[in-house]
């Protein structure tokens, strides 16, 4: 069974960096599309980063410039990095896969079939 482990959340002040790491086990990820999604308390699920099996990035609007989404060497370990976190950055993240590989931007989460179980991000001073 396809696993996705999230780690390197945190409670950070606002204006600090964060990198959460995922690490897929029993699939080759390397071509599948992975993203990173957020959901705060009594909001709806978003995306937050993308990446296709080309390693295209694709950014939510109010992340470009200060994320970036990143495949490790292995191709199994999926990294975002966040810097000037702002306290409306607190949320579950969750890291997501999808075997299709393509076609695959942050406002498609519905789209991914594979979800780890999250990691908490709190941006407070």
Known sequence: QVQLLESGGGSVPPGGSLTLSCQASRVTFN??????????????????????????????????????????????????QIFGL????????????????????PEASATFTYWGQGTQVTVAS
Request: aromatic share 12%; glycine share 12%; net charge neutral.
């Open 86 to 105: 702002k306290p409306e950055d607190t949320g579950m993240y969750y890291c997501a896969a999808d075997p299709r590989g393509v076609n695959c931007p």
């Open 31 to 80: 071509t599948y599309c992975m993203g990173w999604f957020r959901q705060a308390p009594g909001k709806e699920r978003e995306g937050v980063a993308t990446i296709d099996g080309w390693d295209f990035a694709l950014y939510a609007d109010g992340m470009k410039g200060r994320s970036t989404i990143s495949r490790g060497n292995d191709k199994n370990t999926l990294f975002l």
